[in-house]
């Protein structure tokens, strides 16, 4: 017999050992924890931000209640009756409507329970919630992923942050809900025909939110504010990145910068790689191949350049602050016998690979003493724009398992890792005084993009194939809360300069980089050596790639910027609301279905429609234009006198890019 007891924001729920708790959370959202202990906890990682003005509607009757905050009602009914063993209560969430959005369902008539726990040791357990499959059903977000899909129904996707996947285990579901699964550990989602399955492997409770909304970018909102706004992107942020891995000193970065002057090209920051440090875990410059900072910085801020330091959170044995930080409980430790040692990696002063420990970026006194270290070398000059690589952490070999942080198990916490690790640098430029703030991450977590994290999609492959991946990623990352987000143009690996098809590729790459938040060269260029602190790969500027090659790159230079003033008007948009300026069809033409379904194209805004070119050598592609806007083309601003499927051409100087006629662009083209 289960008991119903109304609270100040929702609902408290006792049946079978169990304590169901259900509470108003945010515009129109309800947040489910449910627990085998004596009550729910506050966790320290939850993704929500507190509502102090959460309020919610409560009903109760027999074996049953009723809990409503806006357009969401969630029904909770007593299950036992008929069977050997009672379950815990079911839920069912419905529209303000009716119409039901979700619902637990029961995998068994005797068992095993819609919320199911195992015991994995101490107060941790195996927890997995089941629903009910809708065959209509589709689901967008859960982070970045290389899939290459952009309806995810059908796929079983893992919660675990590695290189190039982004868990951030927010699903919007073209039912009209959003879903997020507010446990930072190790699991998967299963998107199955016959059931939608959340899992964790280790956890002290179930802990989820479920929001509901009368358009899909309402719901992406809602989510966004529940989970924190980003700040403004600076606007130096969004003109040219040039990067490449790597430049080895302070002479040969400065030359790169005066190249760009003198060929007068648009150049707004330019990025000091891996490597350039004494030893990982010192955070301080060589001195010998990194004379004199400051200068390079004020020379760098008189050409309009900032400067963007590469930051590891990997700390060497032999180097200065290892002692101290072991000392203190300032690195990730071990819950196993085996050596709290996480990643074998190359370093300067070594030989062959050194074995590397990771900061604890969950321990909030950790996070200030790596601040202090990265003011003393880096923020003293000015600097004021870091690159957090490596920041999954990118755990070798992967054993979360093993792993112990501030805030407990790996395998229960290890996912927040990347976004208490950009909070750490978030809270020290502010109070440092600064307030323009970007953070590259290579990895992120719900909430990451309120202490202003952007995230490139990692070291992918050099391939057209890969390019074609980049586009469902970046559209999922934008649903998932992080508005900021960019790749490695070109890709990152085994890309050869003098090869056409490599050259072919960086100028597909750059068309469709020109219309990412944000426009970022990177990679490692063959030949060069591809380990070790030397390591440096040929030259990856602009004008590295042959003259036709250069040619086009340049036109798409001068595009970013004429665009800038419009990109910067879809960040404001993406501060104030959440919507992201790179957008699937369907959050601006939700009631057509190919825009649901086209995997290959995106909005910029809400004026620019995308449609990168992802195979090598075509010179056309089919383009959906939705019907329910007139369109111009963007290269000649001519109307197109058709909506629906249309066949565009595609010369290697441009994509197919469309202008949403009424809308605050006209055309793209330079002056003539």
């Not at 931000?49 to 409560?58: P, Y």
């Not at 065959?135 to 996707?157: C, S």
């Not at 499927?645 to 006629?661: F, G, K, Q, S």
Request: net charge negative; hydrophobic share 40%; glycine share 10%.
């Amino acid at each position: 017999m289960a008991t119903f007891a109304a609270s100040e924001t929702g609902l408290v729920v006792r049946s079978g050992g169990e304590v169901l708790q259900v509470d108003a959370w945010g515009e129109s959202g309800i947040r489910v924890r449910a627990t085998l202990g004596a009550s729910v906890t506050e966790t320290p990682w939850s993704a929500l931000l507190e509502d102090e003005a959460r309020t919610a509607r409560v009903e109760i009757g027999d074996g049953r209640a009723r809990v409503s905050n806006g357009d969401l009602i969630v029904e909770v009914v007593e299950n036992g009756e008929g069977r050997f063993v009672p379950f815990p209560p079911l839920l069912r969430f419905l529209r303000a409507d009716g119409m039901q959005l979700l619902a637990e369902s029961l995998p068994h008539f005797t068992s095993p329970a819609q919320r199911r726990y195992r015991r994995v040791g101490g107060d941790l357990y195996a927890c997995d919630v089941m629903f009910d499959a809708g065959p209509d059903e589709h689901f967008y977000g859960l982070g970045q992923h290389q899939h290459g899909l952009l309806d995810q129904k059908g796929a079983v996707v893992e919660l675990v942050q590695r290189n190039t996947e982004v868990s951030v285990p927010f699903a919007l579901s073209s039912r009209g809900y959003g879903f997020l699964w507010n446990m930072p550990g190790v699991g998967r989602v299963e998107l199955a025909a016959n059931g939608t399955r959340w899992v964790a492997d280790a956890a002290r409770q179930v802990d989820y939110w479920v929001t509901a909304g009368p358009t899909p970018s309402a719901v992406v909102s809602q989510y966004a504010r529940v989970t924190g706004l980003p700040p403004m992107l600076p606007e130096w942020a969004s003109g040219f990145w040039q990067s490449k891995l790597r430049y080895r000193s302070q002479q040969e970065l400065l030359e790169v910068a005066r190249e760009y002057n003198r060929r007068r090209l648009p150049l707004s920051v330019i990025v000091c790689d891996y490597f350039h440090w004494t030893r990982q875990g010192e955070w301080r410059f060589d001195p010998a191949e990194w004379p004199d900072p400051q200068a390079m910085v004020d020379e760098l801020r008189e050409l309009g350049v900032e400067l963007l330091v590469s930051i590891w959170p990997t700390v060497n044995p032999n180097c200065d602050n290892y002692a101290k930080m072991e000392r203190e409980g300032f690195l990730v430790g071990s819950i196993a016998s085996l050596p709290p040692l996480h990643l074998a990696f190359w370093d300067k002063g070594t030989d062959g690979q050194a074995f590397m420990r990771f900061y604890d970026a969950t321990n909030p006194e950790a996070r200030r003493y790596v601040w202090q270290k990265v003011t003393d070398g880096y923020r003293r000059y000015g600097i004021r724009a870091f690159w957090l690589d490596a920041c999954e952490p990118e755990i070798l070999a992967d054993n979360p398992e093993t792993a112990r942080y501030f805030l407990g198990p790996g395998m229960e916490v290890q996912g927040v890792y990347p976004r208490e690790h950009a909070r750490g640098f978030y809270e020290g430029l502010k109070s440092s005084g600064e307030d323009d703030i970007v953070l590259l991450c290579r990895s992120a977590w719900a909430g990451s993009q309120r202490f202003g994290s952007a995230v490139w999609s990692g070291d992918v492959e050099s391939t057209f194939e890969a390019l074609a991946a980049q586009i469902p990623a970046g559209l999922h990352m934008g649903i998932s809360g992080i508005p900021w987000w960019t790749t490695d143009i070109g890709g990152f690996r085994n890309g050869d300069p003098t090869s056409p098809y490599f050259r072919e590729l960086v100028v597909r790459w750059f068309q469709f980089g020109v219309f990412c938040p944000l426009f970022r060269l990177h990679g490692v260029r063959e030949p060069g050596p591809l380990v070790g602190s030397g390591q440096t790969g040929a030259p990856n500027e602009v004008w590295s790639f042959g003259d036709e090659a250069y040619r086009v790159i340049r036109e798409q230079l001068e595009l970013r910027e004429r665009l800038r003033p419009y990109v910067m008007e879809q960040m404001s948009t993406a501060s104030a609301n959440g919507l992201p300026p790179m957008r699937a069809l369907f959050l601006e033409f939700p009631d057509e279905a190919p825009a649901w379904e086209v995997t290959d194209q995106f909005m910029f805004g809400p004026d620019v429609l995308v449609a990168p070119v992802t195979t090598y050598g075509a010179r056309e592609r089919d383009v959906y234009l939705p019907e329910a806007a007139s369109w111009l083309d963007a290269w000649t601003g001519n109307p197109v006198g058709a909506t629906g499927w249309v066949t565009a051409a595609a010369p290697l100087e441009r994509i197919p890019v469309y202008l949403r006629e009424g809308g605050s662009l006209t055309d793209l083209r330079g002056p003539s």
